[in-house]
């Protein structure tokens, strides 16, 4: 299996890494693409055996996957430069760029003379991973148009391979995005102040950087493994008058939970 990733930047570099870090792929079974040579260059650095290249038709008429990871201001520009090559009967079309539907991906691709048969028989997801795939921890969700159970149960396994992965109705995306994508960046903040908390605690910032991401990293370890609630977790270091749970109801008075649902709100688009 080939796999073609045109525009290999931060999302699209992070697929790649981790595609060859879980052993998914070869290195020489991907295919990467970007404008610069620079870019390239990175790609190379991490494994020399990934094939480059700056011609985005070249390169996805090899593939068996062809996966946009562009921006999403370019991803038509792109679908327009690759179509021609397109082998409707072999290949699948992936795009994780963000905010670009399945119908506006459809309506790019029914741009082609050949658009109708396109549209009936090349079979294309949308797909929203989060920057963690690179670590094989992401979270990924995947919606689908077009595609055979046997392509779909494809595309989970590949980036369940990077993480988690959930075959979802497209309406759900931007809920997921909010919750596992934007919650990269919530999860750090939190880390973050947590650290700060640390250095005025009297730890050397160093020291409180470890502490708190190994106290994240065993939470949630916990909660994956035994597949508790976070509350069955919570109780169990959280004794009557103790230094816990005044330190819970302290968080909660300044209005953590609702700070928290109220981000996730306010970042569904």
């Known amino acids: 299996m080939t796999i073609a ?14 595609l060859v870090k ?47 990871a562009v921006k999403p201001w370019a991803v038509a520009e792109v679908v327009e430069e690759i179509r021609p090559v397109l082998d ?11 905010g670009v539907a399945l119908d506006e991906l459809v309506g790019m691709v029914n741009a082609s003379p050949y658009g109708e048969r396109c549209s009936k028989h090349l079979p294309l997801f949308r797909v929203v991973p989060n920057t963690a ?5 992401g979270v990924s969700f995947i919606a689908a148009h ?5 392509q779909t149960e494809q595309i989970r396994l590949l980036f369940a391979a990077l993480g988690y992965a959930l075959v979802v109705d497209e309406k759900l995306i ?6 596992a994508s934007c919650g990269i960046a919530f999860a750090m903040r939190y880390i973050r102040a947590a650290m700060e908390g640390g250095v005025e605690l009297g730890f050397r910032p160093e020291e409180a950087a470890r502490i708190v991401e190994h106290t994240v990293k ?14 069955a977790e919570i109780d169990k270091v959280t004794t009557a008058g103790g230094i816990t749970i005044k330190g819970l109801n302290a968080m909660e008075k300044a209005g953590f939970t609702a700070a928290v649902i109220d981000g996730l709100k306010a970042s569904r688009v």
């Open 5 to 18: 990733i045109v525009g290999t930047g931060n999302m699209g570099g992070a697929i790649a890494r981790g």
């Open 22 to 68: 879980s052993g998914t792929c070869r290195p020489e079974e991907i295919i990467c693409t970007a404008k610069t040579k620079a870019t390239l260059e990175r790609i190379r650095e991490f494994n020399d055996h990934i094939r480059v290249s700056q011609d985005n038709a070249a390169a996805a008429a090899q593939a068996d996957i062809v996966l946009l």
């Open 88 to 98: 409707l009967d072999r290949q699948i079309l992936v795009s994780v760029a963000a």
């Open 133 to 137: 795939v690179e670590a094989l921890c």
């Open 146 to 150: 077009g595609a055979t159970a046997e």
């Open 174 to 179: 931007p809920a997921g995005t909010a919750l």
């Open 218 to 231: 065993g939470a949630a370890t916990l909660l994956l493994e035994a597949g508790a609630h976070p509350e």
